[in-house]
């Protein structure tokens, strides 16, 4: 193996082999530079190796510490399923077609990990393991259990109102004051606006918007999921919307705010905007609060976005135990959902 230590940005080949050679045996002598020698994998860079026992399972170690485990299985239509599971995550499964090279991990210098499909150049991923064994065996690819707590979920600071009641304004405001954190607004206006444009009828045009929530909502649980903070704007004028919520988020992780103005002002703002139908939050207005249960208050009619941002920021830190999502989970039927 060369010495060559690896450089920054440098991406990487995979080197025919030969049949002789096992790819994943000898891992770092199958990877070169374009155009360069092999370099030496530096100790921090996790590599792949055959899991101890029977089954077509590899894990990758740095520093002595397993990190991940890697599986692959064919199924009888000839797709390649990989499933690689992190320390302290969920694995993901990914199928392809059996013509593609399997989807494979490069690592940079920094030791992060990149998926990268390379062309169909070298041989593919081969499960090691007795025959009638593994993944394989069963049609169905798993990896071993993780043994580390989950990843931390993120906080969810979620604010409810009526169109035009200020909620994206505080939401920017907050992404430009919250300091122990990296949050990121994710807006149910921002999701409709992703729709196809073309006109539909309105009995397609309700399933859309229906699934666009739905998706929505799950969507802001998987970006918790994963660690990250999130600013929630939404317009919860449906029962069956706040119902969803309540099942697919952790309600110790969310922080529930009420977003409040009067009628008027409400008004005054929807005819200056001109991008909303005229109306539409006065039929708005008796629905978004129904449920009548907050960890936090604020009225954009007598305080502006800064302020109401500022006050929430306050109040994060010390948000109640039961939060408002705890004790409107036990007031509302719900599928079941994540707990904490």
Same mark, same amino acid.
Request: aromatic share 2%; net charge negative; charged share 20%.
């Given at each position: 193996m060369s010495s060559e230590s690896s450089k920054s940005g440098t991406r990487w080949d995979r080197e025919e082999a030969s049949p002789s050679r096992e790819l994943w045996g000898d891992p770092p002598e199958l990877r070169r530079p374009k155009g360069g020698a092999v370099p030496a994998i530096p100790a921090a860079v996790p590599v792949l190796a055959p899991a101890p026992g029977p089954g077509a399972t590899w894990q990758a170690t740095a520093g002595g510490r397993v990190e991940a485990w890697l599986t692959t299985s064919s199924d009888a239509g000839g797709h390649r399923a990989t499933r690689v599971q992190l320390r302290g995550c969920n694995g993901s499964t990914a199928r392809q077609p059996a013509s593609d090279? #399997?989807?494979?991990?490069?690592?940079?210098?920094?030791?992060?990990?990149?998926?990268?499909?390379?062309?169909?150049?070298? /041989?593919?991923?081969?499960?090691?393991?007795?025959?009638?064994?593994?993944?394989?065996?069963?049609?169905?690819?798993?990896?071993? #259990?993780?043994?580390?707590?989950?990843?931390?979920?993120? /906080? +969810? +600071? %979620?604010?409810?109102?009526?169109?035009?009641?200020?909620?994206?304004?505080?939401? /920017?405001?907050?992404?430009?004051? $919250?300091?122990?954190g990296v949050f990121f607004h994710l807006a149910v206006d921002a999701f409709n606006a992703m729709r196809t444009k073309r006109p539909l009828a309105q009995e397609d045009l309700d399933a859309a918007l229906r699934r666009t929530r739905t998706g929505f909502h799950r969507s802001i649980a998987a970006m918790a999921e994963?660690?990250?903070?999130?600013?929630?704007? @939404?317009?919860?004028?449906? #029962?069956?919307? $706040?119902?969803?919520?309540?099942?697919? $988020? /952790?309600?110790?992780?969310?922080? %529930?705010?009420?977003? @409040?103005?009067?009628?008027?002002? $409400?008004?005054r703002r929807e005819k200056a905007r001109g991008d909303r139908p005229s109306g539409l939050a006065a039929l708005q207005y008796g629905l978004v609060h129904q449920h009548g249960d907050y960890d936090l208050e604020c009225d954009t009619g007598a305080a502006s976005p800064r302020e109401c941002a500022e006050l929430i920021k306050e109040f994060l830190p010390r948000r109640p135990t039961p939060t408002a999502f705890t004790r409107l989970r036990a007031r509302y039927p719900t599928d079941s959902g994540p707990t904490g």
């Open positions: 090279d #399997p989807t494979t991990h490069d690592v940079d210098n920094t030791g992060a990990a990149h998926q990268k499909r390379t062309p169909n150049t070298a /041989r593919p991923i081969r499960p090691s393991g007795p025959p009638g064994t593994g993944p394989q065996a069963g049609g169905r690819c798993r990896a071993p #259990p993780c043994d580390h707590v989950r990843m931390a979920a993120g /906080r +969810i +600071i %979620f604010l409810n109102g009526t169109s035009s009641s200020g909620k994206s304004s505080i939401a /920017r405001e907050l992404l430009g004051i $919250l300091d122990d994963a660690g990250n903070d999130v600013v929630v704007d @939404h317009v919860l004028s449906e #029962p069956w919307r $706040l119902v969803d919520c309540l099942t697919v $988020l /952790r309600p110790a992780d969310v922080l %529930f705010v009420g977003v @409040h103005c009067p009628p008027d002002e $409400l008004a």
